[in-house]
């Protein structure tokens, strides 16, 4: 008997021992997996968020690059800002408090320098020059030479040893570096690594303390519940083993409220915090991959999941398609006539209103700001303009059932596949070739790619160097268009318009060379250069058409903003002996958009010299009557696209009648642009207009008939 009790107890003992053993094991394996696991995830994951943080933090400075063009700010303004904006605001002692919204852990933040190792941004140490910092490990690492030398290389990561903050402990860190060319900045996001473990630590911590609970819970049990205790066992070594398989399921509870019981349930509590753990990761994950694929604003697709799309549309067999490029035209003004946040629900209702009828072979994406790429399968131009029209037509609804009354109008560019481009990268490339055309023609709501577009782009400078050669050899020549009284019918005026033919391009249109004039930086100097030459001319006018003819000058918003811009024009003004009150300078409404009070003093000077004002294309902007309101002109010319429609849709020839009657109630001559049938002539001279310039009277003609 007694040696029949000792080997029970010595089973007994096995078998706790077994049982203790296994449960340590168990316990083990899903500790090393699941840290494991979690720590690959996390080390990924906060690497993707650096990533995404540089990329934020660099758009944000981008965004400042126009305010700053426009003179809206300065750069040093810009630079302060952005630092509050990415970091927090500078203290007393020279330190910045980080006050971020960006999360990138405990001890995370971000950085920047300039080329040369000058610390831009840095909780501390901002205004030093880090150039030779090395790594308090590894003296032969230099830490900022190789942020800056990734960030060039076109962005990177980078591994040092640095110290913790307002701490001497060193740490392991990563940065995810960019360069930002045009302000000659590496933006570095960094955290340290242990700040992507910290969950991961929580987990095992979580997980060791539950199987130290186990551990006491089974040691405390009896031998002679050992029988009892093997199934329930068998069951937990089980469910250990699924939850290393990624199975969180607990196990079915007993009843029982003896250890076996505790057991379990501190088995199922252990499992449902692996398991909310996991599922908190998950969810992260899931939020970056839906960053990384679509535009939080809009709800669109963003351009890297529409590339997405669109590759997979190809791969599948599309036979034909069109790739679209959508712009707002005018967004900027648009946003400062009726702010941001109407702004942001004219950006949402694009997307609704396409997608309203959108098929599974179309899809819509948000590629940046105001811009947006479409692919639509059609297989005829007529059915893409009438999908397209089709979409206008929602897109006006959707804004009316918001309350926005503005007319809202798109620059399209358009290039077909596969014969205009076989693959993403061609199709877009040549559709922004196509987009640069459809800003530069006000008149053409749609632009087709086509081969010369491409060739255009590459020759720009090819052409730079030939305006620039023009300039200095005068091959430029002045065009005249007569301005026609509706009561006398005789000219009152004339509008000059520059026209050029180049030995290497041959007859080159004004929609070609006036924007390669301002992208070649030589709008001020061909500005003057024009004026000259127009002034230059008036005699030959006032022998060809009379002493009371006017000349018309187009004056860009560059030129008329210049610093010199006033002297220059009195001194033309002494120069030439032109009667002022003969001399009209046209402006074009956007030119308000700079600084309307120094636009609208530049018009006070003008007139106090006697030279006239006249304010062009108007109808084809967004403030129109504010302006019209606000400022003091002489002249106002009515574009050519409101008189397209002025036989076909009534309420345009309302606003039309009641804009003129308007115009002419502030003493402003009125100037009808563009007309080109009796008919329309007929309908402007009802409204009252005081003058008419088009193809109905004439085309723009030289003085000498040598230069046609």
Not at 374 to 396: G, M, T, V, Y
Not at 609 to 633: E, P, V
Request: hydrophobic letters at 40%; glycine letters at 6%.
């Amino acid at each position: 008997m007694k040696l029949k009790s000792a080997i029970k107890q010595s089973l007994a003992k096995k078998i706790l021992i077994y049982m203790i053993l296994l449960m340590l094991i168990s316990s083990f394996i899903i500790s090393v997996v699941t840290y494991d696991s979690a720590k690959k995830e996390l080390d990924e994951k906060g690497k993707i968020i650096l990533k995404n943080a540089a990329t934020s933090a660099k758009a944000v400075i981008d965004s400042y690059d126009e305010t700053i063009r426009m003179g809206i700010i300065t750069r040093e303004e810009a630079e302060e800002d952005i630092k509050r904006k990415l970091m927090g605001h500078l203290q007393a002692d020279g330190s910045r408090k980080i006050e971020a919204d960006m999360d990138l852990g405990e001890n995370g933040y971000l950085l920047i320098y300039n080329s040369e190792g000058l610390e831009i941004m840095h909780p501390r140490l901002e205004g030093l020059n880090m150039w030779d910092v090395v790594d308090p490990i590894n003296q032969d690492y230099y830490i900022v030479r190789e942020q800056i030398k990734a960030a060039k290389a076109g962005g990177g990561f980078v591994y040092y040893n640095w110290e913790y903050p307002e701490s001497d402990k060193i740490g392991k860190k990563v940065t995810y570096n960019l360069y930002d060319e045009n302000w000659d900045w590496v933006i570095a996001a960094g955290s340290y690594i242990d700040d992507f473990d910290d969950g991961a630590n929580i987990i095992i911590r979580y997980i060791l303390v539950i199987t130290v609970v186990v551990m006491l819970l089974g040691g405390l049990m009896s031998y002679w519940f050992i029988n009892q205790m093997v199934s329930p066992i068998h069951k937990v070594v089980m469910a250990m083993k699924k939850v290393g398989r990624g199975d969180f399921e607990p196990i079915n509870e007993m009843p029982s409220e003896d250890e076996t019981g505790v057991l379990i349930r501190g088995f199922n509590q252990m499992v449902a915090s692996i398991k909310t753990a996991n599922e908190e990761l998950v969810n992260q994950a899931n939020r970056i991959t839906y960053l990384a694929y679509n535009d939080v604003l809009s709800g669109l697709p963003n351009r890297n999941r529409f590339r997405t799309h669109v590759n997979n549309q190809i791969e599948l067999g599309c036979e034909q398609a069109y790739f679209v490029l959508l712009d707002i035209k005018d967004f900027k003004m648009i946003n400062s006539i009726v702010g941001t946040q109407m702004g942001d629900q004219i950006i949402a209702a694009v997307g609704t209103a396409f997608n309203a009828h959108a098929d599974t072979c179309e899809m819509i994406a948000r590629s940046s700001g105001n811009e947006f790429v479409i692919w639509i399968e059609r297989d005829s131009i007529k059915a893409l303009e009438e999908r397209l029209n089709l979409f206008e037509k929602q897109f006006k609804e959707q804004l009316l059932s918001l309350k926005i009354y503005q007319r809202i109008k798109f620059h399209m560019a358009v290039v077909k596949y596969p014969t205009q481009g076989a693959d993403f990268n061609q199709l877009i490339s040549r559709v922004s070739i196509a987009m640069k055309y459809a800003k530069e023609d006000s008149y053409q709501r749609t632009i087709y790619f086509e081969e010369y577009m491409e060739s255009a782009i590459e020759n720009n400078v090819v052409m730079k160097e030939e305006l620039e050669s023009a300039l200095k050899e005068d091959q430029f020549k002045i065009a005249y268009q007569e301005k026609v009284s509706t009561q006398t019918n005789r000219v009152e005026g004339v509008e000059a318009l520059s026209r050029w033919h180049s030995d290497i391009f041959g007859t080159v249109s004004p929609v070609v060379f006036i924007p390669a004039i301002n992208q070649s930086q030589l709008t001020v100097k061909f500005g003057y250069y024009v004026v000259k030459k127009a002034l230059n001319d008036y005699p030959k006018l006032v022998q060809k058409y009379g002493e009371h003819v006017t000349i018309s000058i187009n004056i860009s918003p560059i030129l008329f903003l210049e610093e010199h811009f006033l002297i220059e024009m009195k001194q033309f003004m002494n120069q030439y002996q032109i009667p002022r009150e003969r001399l009209i300078l046209e402006i074009t409404e956007d030119i308000f958009i700079n600084d309307f009070d120094l636009v609208q003093n530049r018009i006070e000077s003008l007139k106090g010299m006697g030279i006239l004002i006249a304010l062009d294309d108007f109808g084809t902007g967004y403030s129109s009557l504010n302006y019209l309101t606000n400022m003091s002109i002489n002249e106002l010319k009515i574009d050519k696209t409101f008189i397209d429609r002025i036989l076909t849709d009534e309420k345009t020839w309302i606003l039309f009648e009641t804009l003129t009657k308007m115009a002419k109630a502030y003493n402003y001559k009125v100037v009808a642009e563009g007309v080109e049938t009796n008919d329309q002539l007929v309908k402007v001279k009802e409204a009252g207009i005081d003058m008419v310039q088009g193809y109905i009277f004439s085309k723009p003609s030289f003085l000498n008939e040598e230069e046609l």
